[in-house]
């Protein structure tokens, strides 16, 4: 597999580090001195964008334009999603994003709507705190959006987010339901990046040879 990596970060890094420890190839890297846009992507099987805020979606459809498939995990773009989508679509490749590509995360994805469920004809008030390293550059993080928005979407309540930043912090999510007699939590960390890299290196693989718009429940075959 030939990798273009969009977004040379930490994380951007990681991926590179452990795709060529499998035997994959970094074809071409962008950067802030180097923007996609300039790269050719030719000889790309497939390109993977852990970049920024205000330069993912110019790498996204850069990389679709060029009839290269996308994993995303960067966040706090999604005001243009659905035209990444539409652009997907049209040029017949294939898009995937995730705010978060930990595969214990996404099984607290589940774990999280279920708990909703269970929750939502008691006295509970739900609310979720998160903690990232100081360089995270949104807050909340896109992965505590992801829980709050699958919480209201069962519940049908505004669901309050909080946010700390601490140095050396890959990421800690808790959903918490408190009420006037006991509290309930349910907390996922992450211990390093490495589980982000892996979760995407994953989905490029999977995403290989098809067309559409995918989601880390596709990959994982979660109904």
Avoid at 40 to 60: G, R
Avoid at 172 to 194: F, G, L, M, P, Q
């Amino acid at each position: 597999m030939k990798i273009a990596i969009l977004g040379n970060g930490k994380m951007g890094k990681k991926i590179a580090e452990l795709a060529v420890e499998k035997g994959y190839e970094i074809v071409a890297v962008s950067s802030s001195n180097n923007p996609a846009i300039n790269l050719d992507l030719s000889t790309t099987d497939i390109a993977i964008d852990f970049s920024t805020p205000t330069t993912a979606f110019e790498n996204i459809t850069h990389a679709i334009n060029s009839g290269i498939p996308v994993v995303s995990g960067t966040t706090a773009w999604l005001d243009k999603l659905q035209e990444v989508e539409k652009l997907c679509r049209n040029k017949n490749v294939a898009f995937l994003y995730a705010s978060n590509f930990s595969l214990g995360m996404n099984l607290f994805f589940e774990l999280n709507k279920k708990l909703a469920k269970l929750m939502n004809c008691q006295h509970y008030k739900c609310k979720i705190h998160e903690f990232h390293h100081t360089e995270k550059l949104d807050t909340p993080s896109g992965t505590a959006k992801t829980l709050a928005e699958d919480v209201e979407k069962i519940q049908q309540k505004k669901i309050d987010i909080s946010a700390d930043r601490i140095q050396n912090v890959a990421g800690k999510h808790s959903v918490i339901y408190n009420s006037i007699v006991d509290e309930i939590e349910i907390k996922h960390t992450a211990k390093n990046r490495e589980g982000f890299a892996r979760g995407a290196l994953l989905a490029a693989e999977w995403i290989i040879g098809k067309k559409g718009v995918f989601s880390m429940k596709d990959v994982l075959n979660i109904e």
